[in-house]
């Protein structure tokens, strides 16, 4: 039997679910593939991606409780460190700090690498890799964390976020220039 042979489910009579489905071993294995190809999907991790600005995760590799220290990216791209709520993004020579949360309801945001663009999954609010707000229900770009180059290191302030809104002027200087 093949996979493509793989029988139908069958409702099973009489179970306390009212409406609970049987299914053998290699449809519960193919389902539980095709959900874990749709999660990589869902964080960028999509075949093609690779022309694409790739998502790596990452963790802060010094710094103080106030101040994280992560390696310059080497390239364009997007790395979360999930410990910190910190994203890190590298477009061009520029490199910027973003908070994992979407502004508008605090829904950790998600890299698209194939569309290139920051989208909470809630309520569909897009961003350009840049953090600039594109369309959805947010009202604002993403919240910046103050950056600033330290010899070949990133040092993000995780205590100090700019606002675009409430403060545009340190939000625009929320960037890191690479020569």
């Known amino acids: 039997m093949t996979v493509t042979d793989t ?8 179970s306390p679910c009212g409406g609970c489905v049987a299914t053998d071993r290699r449809a519960f ?20 991606a690779a022309e694409a600005a790739p998502l790596r995760w990452i963790s802060a590799w010094g710094g103080t ?9 080497s390239g364009d791209g997007v790395q ?3 410990d910190n709520e910190v994203i890190l993004a590298r477009v061009g020579k520029a490199v910027y ?13 998600r890299w ?18 840049d953090g600039t707000f594109i369309e959805g229900r947010a009202t604002r770009s993403m919240d910046r964390y103050a950056v600033k180059l330290a010899g070949t290191n990133v040092s993000v302030d995780i205590d100090t976020l700019y606002q675009e809104d409430l403060d545009l002027a340190h939000w625009q200087q929320a960037v890191i220039t690479l020569p």
Do not use: M, W
């Open 7 to 14: 029988p139908a489910p069958r409702a099973i009579e009489g």
């Open 29 to 48: 294995l193919l389902d539980a593939f095709k959900a874990g190809v749709a999660a990589l999907v869902a964080l960028g991790v999509a075949p093609g």
């Open 65 to 73: 409780r106030q101040e994280k220290l992560y390696p310059v990216p």
């Open 80 to 82: 979360i460190d999930k």
């Open 97 to 109: 700090a973003f908070a994992l949360a979407c502004p508008h309801q605090n829904t950790a945001l």
């Open 112 to 129: 698209e690498g194939g569309d290139n663009r920051f989208q909470c999954p809630k309520h569909k609010s897009r961003y350009r890799p």
